[in-house]
């Protein structure tokens, strides 16, 4: 079947672009490798024409040298060089100075540049190349080529042209990944903007590393996101966050916080209302949705919204218009939605809560925060940056947390993540700052008042372990507060009265740690610990 046969009409093929787009970007926390990203996007591109040849080019604008991502697929050209200068009269030196794709019909044509008599060579007659560009940056080229020239080849082209975004995208968030991964900080990764204190991240943990490498992915395209994470995780610092490094950085960020709006006032809260439109309403009134046009509306609690205020809401996501109350006439916005919510939304549609068809318009792009408690590497940079945040806020001398007492943070289960985290800090500095000095009884202490806001966690549900030597490990110490937790459940994993409810675990995370640290639960059935 020829390609002409597989592509669809215009309008479906720019359909098909976003969702592939939409599905490359859900499956960017998966793809580890080159090799995978490639090999995914080769599968992705066979769904909706033929081509004989894809790679992709990395362009360093320090050097202006062009290195191979990784190998090929497909044909194979033995004779390229895998890193050379990007010179203007290459057809990817060419993309990278005009910022738009190049076709090439015949390169026979076009042995001008060195470049394209291996591509004859091996067989292949037709060639197009599109920028791929992340924050306005040209950080590679896409390469499809074609042995013979599709008679939809223009067609293909305004596909190809329209996922470009999304690959550049996922480019980026690989890239960051390994940057990443070779011990880089956040601040350091490529291809982000400079960031502003209170949009800062601080994570050393590999399943933050990934989250954080999506979020740069999900960030620059234009499409709504779902933010999902239990209380305390950071959601609407997230969703700011995501503005700062989208391509509306420049506009309105507007928050709207969900529960505190009464059913009788929703739609003049979004929409804004005429003068005189009810009782009260002495002046024109601009809503939510007109303050954020070009811009981020930012959704909290999203969930707390409902049945009929989720309809009304998904009238204006759908068609992009909305009336002001009180008048007839139609206003267009362009605006991005960010929602958030802490409720597992799947359930909430199964029990009625949520309307189907709402979930799903939110939910193309969805982002879940990992919890604090599993992720607690990331406690000590957590720590530190509030210790050192509220000591500037409340005027006192800088401390350091010791060891031993990071250690003894990171055995709280946290159910209130990094705001439960800063509280108690905050509380420690408040009682105890001046001194500049820090025991273990102090945290506990802070810790048993913390507990009064999140009565599940309270301390005296599993005691501290005790106070480790300076060279314990962070591993030896959980190794033994799940030991102890084991040997008071009688080895008893899951239940009310099962150890991964007295560290604040599931089931299957405390699983996973015990098979890491080699604890073996039957040995406390034994009244060992």
Known sequence: MDSA??????????????????????????????????????RLFRQQFSFDRLCINLYDPNSELLSYFTAAEGAVINSLSPIRKAEKTTVAGHVIESRKPVVITDVSQHFVESMLHPMAEAGLTTTMAFPLILNDKIIGT?????????ENLYEIMEFLLELSPYVAAGLGALLAMEHLEQGASLNQVPYTGETGESETFFFESQSMRRFMARVHAVAVLDIPVLILGETGTGKSRLAHYIHCR???????????NCP????????????GHAKGAFTGAATKRVGRFELAHQGTLFLDEIAELNQEMQSKLLHVLDDSCFERVGESVSFSVDARIIAATNVKMREAVTQGKV???????????????????????????????????????????????????????????????????????????????????????DVQDALRTDALAYPQASPESLPAPPMPPSSCSLEEVERQHIKEALFRSGGVISGPKGAAKMLGLSRSTLQRRMLKLGIDASASKNGAR
């Open 355 to 441: 309307r189907s068809d709402f979930y799903y318009r939110l939910s193309s792009c969805t982002l879940e925060i990992p919890p604090l408690r599993d992720r607690i590497e990331d406690i000590p940079a957590l720590s530190s940056y509030f210790v050192s945040q509220l000591c500037s806020q409340y005027s006192l001398p800088q401390i350091q947390l010791s060891q031993d007492l990071l250690h003894q943070l990171q055995t709280h289960c946290w159910p209130g993540n990094a705001r439960e985290l800063r509280n108690v800090i905050s509380t420690l500095l408040i009682k105890h700052g001046l001194s500049g000095k820090l025991s273990r009884q």
């Open 142 to 150: 896409l390469h499809c080529s074609f042995r013979k020239k599709p």
């Open 260 to 271: 505190a709006m009464a059913s009788t006032l929703f739609e003049s809260e979004l929409f």
């Open 5 to 42: 046969t597989n592509m669809r009409t215009h309008s479906s093929r720019m359909i098909g672009a976003q969702a592939m787009g939409r599905e490359l970007v859900s499956s960017l926390g998966k793809v580890s490798s080159r090799n995978l990203f490639l090999q995914n996007l080769s």
């Open 246 to 256: 989208s391509q509306r950085r420049e506009k309105q960020f507007v928050k709207v």
